[in-house]
């Protein structure tokens, strides 16, 4: 940090009325250790901010989070930095500066609001639309925001096909390049298509108490099954894919042909993904009653080296066969 950033924090840490916590996810990725190399200067000159660091809970990318919803996938330094403390003095509960009026909707939503603002160092019209977002996860309890240096991560902006900043994209599908106008915003939230909603705001939704039934409520109201969802099945972390799984089965109960929807996304899925996804998918394919992964199955329970899966590929074909029977 400069001179001017120090004296900028010292003098921030002074303001504060209690001691604030932020959260440091930290993963394998090396530009972990620049988001931990700030954070930790950060408390040293401001030691009312303190740094509780965890393994990543939600990827493989490092992160800062600040409450619940807010991350930063960046380091906040030169003109970021003052917006990223305009957030923590939210935690403060001390709101140095008014907050924004939105739309009555937003405290209704019905799925979560996953918003990515896409930033670098050398934008000077940036921290202007990050300070104008910046509130918003904190007074809309369903709405998630995640600041992305698109130069330290190259790899994010690509994938969203970024080519100026700042870019704002809500569930990977809308975007506003430069000035968003938060009612805009807030309309776009409530009135979105949730066939188009993300696998990250889907996993939001999983995630809450419940959230598995909810999820399986919805699309038997929508009648499809979300493209997104089979994102969710073919996670690696096995407590994101119980969850998916548990939403099948009770949309299985609801409409079982609407269940069906899930079957061709796991095919294509299956060959690339690894050993516990192609059980759970192998599982799922005989809860299904899938007669469409027979040549899948087949195969899987005559070759499949591991023995586990030939075994769950058995397994699947005895249940599609007794349903067989039984019609």
Same mark, same amino acid.
């Given at each position: 940090?400069?001179?001017?950033?120090?004296?900028?924090?010292?003098?921030?840490?002074?303001?504060?009325?209690?001691?604030?916590?932020?959260?440091?996810?930290?993963?394998?990725?090396p530009?972990?250790?620049d988001?931990?190399?700030?954070?930790?200067?950060?408390s040293?000159?401001a030691?009312?901010?303190?740094?509780?660091?965890?393994?990543?809970?939600t990827?493989?990318?490092?992160?800062?989070?600040?409450?619940?919803?807010?991350?930063?996938?960046?380091?906040?330094?030169?003109?970021?930095?003052?917006?990223?403390?305009?957030?923590l003095?939210?935690l403060?509960?001390?709101?140095?500066?008014a907050?924004?009026?939105?739309?009555?909707e937003?405290?209704?939503?019905?799925?979560?609001?996953?918003?990515?603002?896409?930033?670098?160092?050398?934008?000077?019209?940036?921290?202007?639309?990050?300070r104008?977002?910046?509130?918003?996860?904190?007074?809309?309890?369903?709405?998630?925001?995640t600041?992305?240096?698109?130069?330290?991560?190259?790899?994010i902006?690509?994938a969203?096909?970024?080519?100026?900043v700042?870019?704002?994209?809500?569930?990977?599908h809308?975007?506003?390049? %430069?000035?968003?106008?938060?009612? !805009? $915003? %807030?309309?776009?939230?409530?009135?979105?298509?949730?066939?188009?909603?993300?696998?990250?705001?889907?996993?939001?939704i999983?995630q809450?108490?419940?959230?598995?039934?909810? $999820?399986? !409520?919805?699309?038997?109201?929508?009648?499809?099954?979300?493209?997104?969802?089979?994102?969710?099945?073919?996670?690696?972390?096995?407590?994101?894919?119980?969850?998916?799984?548990v939403?099948?089965?009770?949309?299985?109960?609801?409409? %079982?042909?609407?269940? $069906?929807?899930?079957v061709?996304?796991?095919?294509d899925?299956?060959?690339?993904?690894?050993?516990?996804?192609?059980?759970?998918?192998?599982?799922?394919?005989?809860?299904?009653?899938a007669?469409?992964?027979?040549?899948?199955?087949?195969?899987?329970?005559?070759?499949?080296?591991?023995?586990?899966?030939?075994?769950?590929?058995?397994?699947?074909?005895?249940?599609?066969?007794?349903?067989?029977? $039984?019609?």
């Amino acid at each position: 940090m400069t001179p001017q950033e120090k004296e900028t924090l010292a003098a921030f840490n002074n303001r504060l009325a209690k001691p604030v916590d932020i959260r440091l996810f930290l993963s394998d990725d090396p530009r972990g250790r620049d988001l931990q190399a700030f954070c930790r200067e950060l408390s040293e000159v401001a030691p009312h901010i303190r740094t509780v660091e965890d393994p990543d809970e939600t990827g493989p990318l490092p992160a800062i989070r600040i409450g619940e919803r807010l991350r930063y996938r960046g380091v906040p330094v030169g003109k970021e930095l003052e917006p990223f403390l305009e957030a923590l003095a939210l935690l403060d509960g001390n709101h140095w500066a008014a907050l924004p009026s939105l739309p009555e909707e937003l405290n209704a939503l019905e799925a979560p609001a996953d918003l990515q603002i896409f930033v670098s160092s050398f934008c000077g019209f940036c921290p202007s639309v990050v300070r104008r977002l910046l509130p918003l996860p904190f007074v809309a309890t369903s709405i998630y925001l995640t600041v992305i240096d698109g130069t330290l991560f190259p790899e994010i902006a690509a994938a969203h096909n970024i080519k100026s900043v700042p870019t704002l994209v809500l569930d990977d599908h809308l975007r506003w390049t %430069g000035m968003v106008d938060i009612h !805009e $915003l %807030g309309r776009a939230v409530v009135n979105r298509d949730p066939a188009l909603l993300s696998s990250e705001t889907l996993g939001r939704i999983l995630q809450a108490e419940g959230g598995a039934y909810e $999820l399986a !409520e919805m699309m038997h109201r929508y009648g499809k099954v979300f493209p997104a969802f089979a994102d969710l099945l073919s996670d690696e972390r096995f407590t994101m894919r119980l969850a998916a799984m548990v939403t099948i089965e009770d949309l299985m109960g609801r409409d %079982g042909k609407l269940a $069906l929807q899930v079957v061709r996304p796991m095919l294509d899925r299956y060959a690339k993904s690894a050993d516990a996804v192609k059980g759970d998918f192998l599982y799922l394919f005989g809860e299904l009653k899938a007669t469409e992964s027979l040549s899948l199955l087949q195969q899987a329970s005559a070759e499949d080296p591991n023995e586990e899966i030939k075994e769950a590929a058995a397994e699947a074909l005895e249940k599609i066969a007794s349903d067989r029977q $039984l019609q």
